[in-house]
């Protein structure tokens, strides 16, 4: 169901729940100017269908946002809702909403609301910033103008972080406002917002607070709001599900074992440059999407004739590639026939 503004915060402490996908776009044709509709539809029924994971996380940084244009960002979120509650109606469908003007945000939000999206998240504005007080005007211009429940992305790659009062500042004033995905791996941060706002879900890019028991003391939330669950695991080796459910049946030690022995603990390390840093600007938090949808093309899934980011991304190296597959390899996710 789509949670209105009013009932957003009670909405989200049941709802938000498992592994939540961030979608990547195939694009085709001359320098990716197209998108490959058929291979995206794949990949939402791959997602919801195939490794049952009951939420998605539309048009965000690994959907490579900034290089779309409104019409297609809306496509991809009307054919992620058809796709994925045509096998899963209880599915949750987050549309990221993210632009660089307030109207455009709020013509996506409003699309999103119409369109049968459950929440949608606003990453913190990427120009011209002034501060928490900027990022509060540009939130209470969308709520004031839809009834849909809000979430905040907290991402580096904005070029500002909220800190904590920043953002319970708006939680307090913006009552849609229910959840927020903390990106700039900051606990301490995030462990000073549940204090200031103790009803807003929280999901902390920095995993390791769930192993310190953060999600039993009501810190964080069970829900990953946005990650690629899909690169790290397949039909025949569920090490990401299995992981998280122990995660999130508070069997600490065992998750933490099976993490080491499965191989997950180390493929996330071998994956995390590639996916999040260009080396020629080693300081920006990245979302290179040539890297994410060539570790797609590695476990089987459709990228598209163009393999490549849309500018203003550089081409993926060959060095990348081969780093990737062998991270793979390592993982046990390809063998040595097809790697």
Known sequence: MVANAKDARQWARNALH???????????????????WDAYRTLVRHC??????????????????????????????????????????????????AAMSAKDCLELTRHAQDAGADIVYIQTPMMELHGGEGALNFFRYIADRTDIALGMFNSPSSGYVLSAQESAQIVDEIPAVCATKEGSF????????????????????????????????????PGQLGTTGYLFETPKKRA????????WNDKLLEAMDYAQESGLDQFELDMRGWFTRYPGRPDYFTHWGGAFKYAASVVGLPIGSYPESRPPQAKLPEQARIDIRAAYRKYGLIDDHNA
């Open 18 to 36: 498992g592994i939540g996908d961030s979608l990547y776009t195939p694009f085709s044709g001359p320098d990716g100017d197209d998108i490959d």
């Open 186 to 221: 900051r606990p301490h941060q995030s462990r000073f917002l549940h204090e200031l706002a103790p009803d807003l879900v929280i999901w902390e890019c920095d995993t390791t607070v769930y192993r310190a028991g953060w999600l039993k003391a009501g810190i964080v939330g």
């Open 48 to 97: 919801v269908g195939t490794l049952r994971h009951p939420m998605l996380w539309v048009t965000s940084g690994v959907a490579e946002f900034w290089s779309l244009t409104m019409a297609e960002r809306k496509m991809l979120l009307e054919i992620a809702i058809e796709e994925a509650r045509g096998i899963d109606p209880d599915v949750i469908v987050q549309s990221c909403t």
């Open 240 to 247: 990401l599900s299995q992981y998280w459910e122990l995660v």
